[in-house]
């Protein structure tokens, strides 16, 4: 193997584990539990808060806590390094969550995912998750911007669900052309 094949190599199983992080995010945010489910091995566990157990059991724990408490939630990924060695990678991920609470105030929060990754039959996923919640804060509240726009909607609004716009394929639009 060439030096150039070994670095894009690396490059792939980079971008594989970012692939999997970004699922988890979105999965959190779509409350979309087989996506979820998908970024973790059955046997991993997670130390989320107060929480240490499976994936299945941080999904329905997590899901309506976030339900009951925010009416939309941004997981945002940041920085980023993992180190790859064979099978098994190290990563730190740093984020931004936001989060809509049904009260109408704003909840952000910083930190990190330390995360153990495994490829196993050639998939990388995560095997052991300690998430660290760095700070957290209330932001000012502030009107949705253009929420008052005629046919604003037609498009799709969004859900936390397989039902959001982001799942539409083909994605079309159907509001009308306009230039205000």
Do not use: K
Request: aromatic content about 10%; proline content about 6%; overall charge negative.
């Amino acid at each position: 193997m060439t030096e150039r094949d070994a670095r894009i190599d690396a490059l792939l199983d980079r971008q594989d584990i970012s692939d999997c992080l970004t699922r988890f995010a979105r999965a959190m945010d779509r409350f979309d539990r087989d996506l979820f489910l998908s970024a973790f091995h059955a046997d991993a566990v997670i130390a989320a808060g107060p929480f240490v157990g499976s994936p299945a059991d941080c999904y329905d724990w997590a899901v309506p806590m976030h339900e009951a408490g925010q009416v939309a939630t941004h997981h945002n990924l940041l920085n980023h390094s993992a180190e790859v060695d064979g099978d098994t990678a190290h990563s730190e991920t740093y984020y931004l969550f936001v989060g809509r609470n049904r009260d109408e105030s704003n909840w952000i929060a910083g930190g990190r995912y330390i995360d153990r990754f495994e490829r196993r039959e050639g998939v990388w996923r995560i095997a052991d998750r300690t998430t660290v919640i760095e700070w957290s804060g209330l932001a000012p509240t502030m009107p949705i911007p253009f929420a008052d726009v005629p046919g604003i909607a037609l498009n799709g609004g969004p859900a936390r669900s397989t039902d959001d716009l982001s799942y539409r394929r083909p994605l079309t639009n159907l509001r009308e052309l306009h230039t205000p």
